[in-house]
């Protein structure tokens, strides 16, 4: 059974570009949910999907966005990037809303130049 | 708000038991849970155990929780060189909430 698909691994991009991340869940898992790691503020959550509607979210900028498509791939989107926004952005899926564990992916470097 | 702590590093001998601690704060959190990272990689899920249970044990793996101090502890047995990777504890309450991560560091 796959994982948690997240594409691209590596991205780098300039400060006021935006970006768009990828998550594909385990097949099966409807609930998918977005956590930024970085070696200051650690791993903080951004949000979470659930049938195609954001269920939760965390306290970062109205910069960071995401959507869920029908069949449960989630995507999300960082404006106009600044420096701090260099990190390891992870994706976990569940079966289902509130439910639990989450399974992670292999995660997204973005890094800012 | 909540917090979870954990102290940040941790080193022990190959074939020794490993001891990760964790406190947490959110008495109304759901499950606990335990998630290996090794460099360059995700959060692999470990394992994880509901509040309602004091202990957990799979394979070399063995969970303690004290619902009363608020302490979560993870043991690894014959602790191996594959081991070596960060730690997270997380408590849930819909979102997961991370501790800081332990550095574990096993030594030949």
């Known amino acids: 059974k796959a994982g948690v698909t997240q594409t691209p691994r590596y991205l780098i991009k300039t400060r006021g570009q935006q970006v768009t991340l990828s998550c594909s869940p385990i097949?099966?898992?409807?609930?998918v949910s977005w956590y930024q790691q970085t070696p200051g503020q650690g791993l903080q959550f951004l949000f979470e999907y659930f049938s195609e509607t954001q269920r939760n979210k965390g306290n970062f900028p109205g910069r960071f966005s995401g959507r869920q498509f029908s069949n449960s791939r989630s995507e999300m989107n960082v404006s106009t990037l600044e420096l701090g926004d260099s990190a390891l952005y992870l994706c976990a899926s569940s079966r289902g809303l509130g439910d639990q564990p989450q399974h992670f992916g292999d995660g997204t470097r973005l890094s800012i130049l | 708000g909540e917090d979870v702590e954990q102290s940040l590093f941790l080193s022990v001998r190959e074939g020794d038991s490993s001891v990760i601690n964790c406190t947490y704060t959110?008495?109304?959190?759901?499950?606990l849970y335990w998630y290996k990272q090794e460099p360059g990689a995700g959060l692999q899920l470990l394992t994880y155990i509901f509040s309602n249970m004091d202990m957990k044990q799979d394979q070399r793996l063995t969970v303690l929780l004290n619902k009363k101090d608020k302490h979560l502890s993870l043991r690894i047995a014959d602790t191996q060189t594959g081991d070596s990777a960060i730690y997270f504890c997380a408590e849930s309450w819909g979102q997961l909430t991370f501790g800081s991560g332990t550095q574990l560091t096993v030594l030949p």
């Open positions: 097949s099966g898992h409807r609930s």
């Open positions: 959110d008495s109304s959190s759901t499950y």
